[in-house]
């Protein structure tokens, strides 16, 4: 039987846009319970093995300028592909890594090749879906993407404990194999208005300039960022110091990431049950204020354990961040869509420029929580409700204010 294209409304295809998307946490999530070992394993500090993650950030960051525009060119399809047989690749590579320096500089490259897979998740459905509709399709694919943070960290557990750190990365290129495959035979290409000067330095800056004069624009890729950042915050930090200060191992870390993993995927089923309703602007409003609250919560209880002088229980710092990542799951796809609708004729350019703010974001948070990780959960709370509270500021003072919430 003959393969074809998966139909543009089709359930499978928004799935398959949501597994495009997932590589990046799949990236992330799947080794964070070895980053503790290849303290030991290559003689280094916690500060230098957080660079793995954050260095993944810097690169994803880097590409979100690069895809976008080539993908308006070019189409989606074709740059999707490229991107996916780089981040195999380079997945390779790490599992043949020698050094912490090694190990870094190929995980910039499979960053630089997962990357496609974000920019182009979104440009392919902005494409294919308007509004609402955009809104709620996004939130099915993050519903999709939710479920990778769920298992992968267990899944990434047991491959270390059974065979080694460098399991988790055989996965990842086994992961991307498997993809690329599917994109090649399932994935029809959904741009029908190809801009030949797209990747022009010019029009390119320009495109970039316009967006960035945009308030609503702005506002809705504030939104996204500070969400995101918490919530790579939390990534960045949790493996030490839910291993450290509350004494987690390495399979009990899987299950403790799969309640907050929980809270996201309730955020994104609440968004494609009641977007259609309530409409963009309010859903993401109440994200926003479910991440403040999070964030705040997260800081204040262990504030209250540090000047106790004494640590709480595991759940102290997993039962906020779960309400935090309820409102991530709101906040980025209303956000994505709100910022992506005013553009149909340059949403590669929207995306890119939307997913380069907020890898930035992350990565810099990221960096500052590693350098900042003591013997409490201090730094990694603190950052937390820093990027909640930034993250509804963003709304009130940037998209109400202005009045261009969708």
Do not use: K
């Amino acid at each position: 039987m003959m393969l074809r294209p998966l139909a543009r409304d089709s359930a499978a295809l928004v799935f398959l846009l949501g597994c495009a998307i997932a590589l990046g946490p799949l990236s992330t999530d799947m080794y964070l319970p070895s980053l503790p070992v290849l303290i030991g394993l290559f003689g280094t500090d916690a500060a230098t093995v957080q660079l793995t993650l954050s260095v993944f950030l810097a690169g994803f960051a880097l590409m979100q300028l690069v895809y976008g525009p080539l993908s308006d060119r070019f189409g989606r399809r074709p740059v999707l592909l490229a991107g996916v047989a780089l981040y195999t690749l380079a997945s390779i590579g790490c599992v043949f890594a020698g050094s912490i320096e090694w190990l870094i500089l190929w995980r910039f490259g499979q960053a630089l090749g997962a990357c496609a897979g974000v920019v182009l998740g979104r440009a392919i459905a902005r494409d294919l879906f308007e509004g609402a509709t955009a809104a709620q399709a996004l939130s099915m694919m993050a519903m999709v993407l939710g479920l990778t943070p769920a298992v992968a960290p267990i899944l990434g557990g047991y491959l270390h404990s059974w065979f080694g750190w460098q399991a988790n990365f055989l996965a990842m290129a086994a992961a991307g194999g498997i993809f690329g495959f599917c994109v090649l035979v399932f994935l029809p290409e959904s741009n029908q208005r190809r801009n030949p000067l797209a990747t022009r330095i010019g029009p390119m800056l320009h495109n970039f300039a316009t967006l960035a004069r945009h308030a609503g624009f702005r506002g809705y890729v504030a939104c996204v960022a500070f969400s995101y950042g918490g919530m790579f915050a939390f990534i960045s930090g949790s493996s030490f110091t839910l291993r450290v200060v509350f004494g987690v191992d390495e399979t009990m870390f899987g299950y403790c990431f799969l309640l907050i993993v929980v809270g996201y995927i309730c955020g994104g089923f609440i968004g494609t049950r009641l977007t259609h309703r309530f409409g963009v602007d309010r859903m993401l409003l109440l994200g926003a204020g479910l991440c403040a609250l999070g964030g705040l919560g997260m800081g204040l209880l262990q504030l209250l354990a540090w000047m106790a002088g004494g640590g709480w229980h595991w759940f102290s710092l997993i039962g906020p961040m779960m309400l935090f990542t309820m409102g991530v799951g709101l906040t980025m796809p209303q956000g994505q869509a709100g910022g992506l609708q005013p553009f149909a004729h340059m949403a590669g350019a929207a995306a890119s420029l939307m997913g380069f703010v907020q890898m930035s974001v992350a990565a810099v948070t990221g960096i500052a929580v590693g350098h900042a990780l003591n013997d409490t959960a201090l730094p990694l709370s603190i950052a937390v409700a820093a990027m909640g509270v930034a993250t509804l500021l963003s709304y009130l003072l940037l998209i109400r204010r202005s009045g261009a919430a969708v």
